[in-house]
């Protein structure tokens, strides 16, 4: 598949004609090509988009939600062809990639009635000549940066919350996993958004993130990726005083206390850790055990993580698919290898494995000493990492030991073990029991280096509104 630029309501390829090609993880050829944006294409889009703001903000909230939730109708109807597309770009299973396109319709319907509800009210004056009023107004146009891992979903909760705001808005999608963006595209516009409204870039990610958002008709980023170059994108958008929202790295922690049904906290945590082959900036990866089931559960969990089946996310029965590239593959290496030399154990699996594509084994370690890079940098693949604990006072404490907060979880029939954790636990979400964490209608976002700000809830709407006070006298 060949995806081309989106500008002024326009598919088009870059000035240059510069391409890259796209590859199938799962089995290392050519999935056809991406366009590469120029500064000339760039300008293009910037302009669109500032046009496209001055039409979209006078536009009622009513129309902007019904060509939100048309978008919606329109990703479910095409779910399947869809999903062949981002599994061959992408490599997570065909059940992944339809479930990721359905949570992108469920997000365009929550936003399209989020639309109507950027209220503003009335502020009860000191006289009685006064009205003091509190607008609520789309900040601008926008410029949105989605990563390869759930291209289709990041960029459906920054594109609806910033369409039902008013605002415009330049999405810069994933080079390696373009489709997913660009069928958003698609179906906003044959909903009925006008054309420059929405644009749709890719190119070299530094170039594209320096230029937009240093640039004077952008009025406010949303990015979604590592901390480190999120780090970096902040600071840029601090320079220009430009609002800013990050959905940073993770490094989940997940607490389990003796009195859990072990078998079946293993199979919901085996299916939790390696969805998406473990390439989910939430996934569990710090499994802080009591240690009087520290054993069993390890051996429950080895015995469930061996049994999935690994393949082409395309082929029938698939559980795992390979890593998405070849740098995710020389990651696992190089931190099991690291883990490995000062001590831990890989119980389960910890190889690449196949003839071709990038298939690594769902991996299981012990042992692994606190100053093992895996224990202190985001893994991003498919490694559960288990240690025990002796006391809550243990667990909490290296559940906040890092500089991440943007998942935790914990399995406990213990209420006060679970208020401990509610209360105690450094994270912008925490999820007891289950992982109820992703769905649109909540806060999503984390606290620390994980980043700022939310896209999910009632919440999601507020960065991309201003507040404007108008205070009337009578004369």
Known sequence: MDVLLYIDGEWTGGADKRTIALTNPATGETAGSVAMATTADMDRALDAAAAGFDVWRHTSPVERGQVLRRAAGLLRERVNEMAVALTEQQGKTLFESRYEINASADAFDWFADEARRAYGRIVPARTGNVHQLVFREPIGPVAGFVPWNFGMGQAARKVGAALAAGCSMILKGPEETPSCCAYLVEVLIAAGLPKNVISLLFGVPSEISEYLIAHPVIRKISFTGSTAVGKTLAALAGTHMKRITMELGGHAPVIITADVDIEQVAGMLVGAKYRNAGQVCTAPTRFLIEEEIHDDFVAAFVRKTAALKV?????????????????????????????????????????????????????????????????????????????????????????????????????????????????????????????????VEVPFGGVKDSGYGSEGGTEAIEPFLVTKLVSHAAL
Do not use: C
Request: zero cysteines; glycine letters at 10%.
């Open 311 to 439: 393949a082409d996310g395309q082929s029938e029965g698939a559980e795992m698919g390979p890593l998405a590239n070849g740098r995710r593959v020389q990651a696992m290496e190089s931190l099991i290898a690291d883990a490995v030399e000062k001590g831990g154990r890989v119980v389960q699996g910890g190889q690449r494995f196949g003839n071709a594509g990038n298939f690594f084994q769902p991996t299981v370690m012990t042992d692994v000493p606190l100053d093992a890079r895996m224990m202190n940098e985001e893994p991003f693949g498919p490694l559960a990492i288990m240690r025990p604990f002796t006391s809550l006072d243990d667990a909490i404490k290296e559940a906040n030991r890092l500089n991440y907060g943007l998942a935790a979880y914990a399995f406990t029939n213990s209420n006060s073990a679970a208020m401990r954790i509610s209360n105690e636990v450094e994270s912008g979400m925490v999820s007891i029991n289950g992982f109820a964490i992703a769905f």
